[in-house]
C-alpha cells in the first residue's frame, strides 16, 4: 500500500482522496466521464424512428424547436463556464481589480437580460409552431379514423366500409386528418417522424393530422403505457403517391380475395366454421367477429401482433396456435388447432393480400 511520509507521520495516500496522485486523479475522471455519457449512448441504437429525422411539416416543426432548444443551451453553458473560469481567476489572482458596479451590471445583463430575451424567444416560437400544428386540414382531406385497443390499432376511413389494423396509408405531400378514439384505455398516437403525440382519452374523440413530404414507410408507437403489452402497439404508417393511395381506398372498400387453391380453400373453410370467425373478420365471408382485428387484409401486414413478430408462415402458425407464448395478455386464447388443418389456415390468412 503506497504511504507517503510526512515528518514522524505516516499517511495513506489510497485512503484520503485530497492525497491521490495527479494520474490516478485523472483516470477516476476519465471512468466517471464514461460512466456518465454510458446512458446517453444507449439513446444511439440504429433503426428506431428518430423525431429527430422528419419527414413531414408537423414533425419538421418540432425538431426545429428541439434545435433551437439545444443551442441555446449549448450557449447557456458556455456562458456559465466562461463565467464560472472568470470567477475562478478573481479568487486566485489578488492583483485583478473588480470595478465598482462591474458585479451588479453583469448580473443584471446576464442574471436577467439574456434569460429574459431566450425565454421570450422560445415563447414566441413554441406558440408560432403550437398554432401550426394546430391547423387543420381542408374540408376535402381523407379523414382515418383510429381506435386504440390494448394492444392493437383499428383503422378505417371515413367514407369507406372496410377496416384494417395496424397500417394506414397516406398520400404524400396532402395533410390527413386522423381522428382518434380508444375502446379501453389511455393509449397515445405518435409517429415521430411525421406528427407528435396525441393521447386517446376514454369518452373523447380527439384529432391530429399527418403530413408526409417523401414516401416512405413510418413507425408509429403508443406512446402511454397501457398494459403489458404496450410496448408491442405499434403501428406503420404507409406514404405514397396519391394513386397508390386511391388504390389502397380501393382494395379497404372490396370484399377480400376468394381462395385460390385446395388449401387456401380448406383454410378459409376451416376459418369461417371455426372458433376464428366469432372474433375476426374477413370481408366477403360469413366470418365478421368484432372482437379482434379485422383480417380482410393480414397477409399483406407488416406484422403479427401490432409490431410483435415478422408476418411470415412460421410466426403466423406459432400465433395461431397459442399466440400467449408471442404477446403474453393479448385476449386471442389459445387456439385447439388440428396440426393437419394449421398449414391451410396458414395459407388462407397468408393469401388476404
Ligand atoms: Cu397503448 Cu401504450
Known sequence: MPRKSL???SVDTTSDPTMRSRPERRRRLLAATVLCAA????????????ALDPAGSGSGRVANLWWLLFWLSMAVFAEVMVVLAWALLVRRRPDVRVRHGQPLRFVTVAGAGIPLVILVTVYAVGLRDLAALGDEPGPRAPTIEVTGHKWWWEVRVQGVEGATANELHVPVGEKVRVRLRTADVLHSFWVPQLMPKTDLIAGE?????LHADRAGSYRGQCAEYC????AHMAFLVVAEPRAQFDAWLARLAAPAPVPRTDAQRRGQEAFVRG????????RGTDANGGIGPDLSDVGSRWSIGAGAVPNDGGHLGGWIANSQTVKP??????????AGRLPDLIAYLQSLK
Not at 275 to 282: I, K, P, Q, T
Not at 329 to 338: A, E, K, L, R
Open 275 to 282: 372458433s376464428c370467425a366469432g372474433c375476426h373478420a374477413v
Open 39 to 50: 446512458p446517453a449512448l444507449t439513446g444511439c441504437s440504429s433503426g428506431a424512428p428518430s
Open 227 to 230: 398494459g403489458t403489452q404496450h
Open 7 to 9: 515528518g514522524s507521520v
Open 329 to 338: 395478455g393479448n385476449y386471442m386464447p389459445p387456439q385447439s388447432v388440428d
Open 205 to 209: 374523440v380527439r384529432e391530429t393530422w
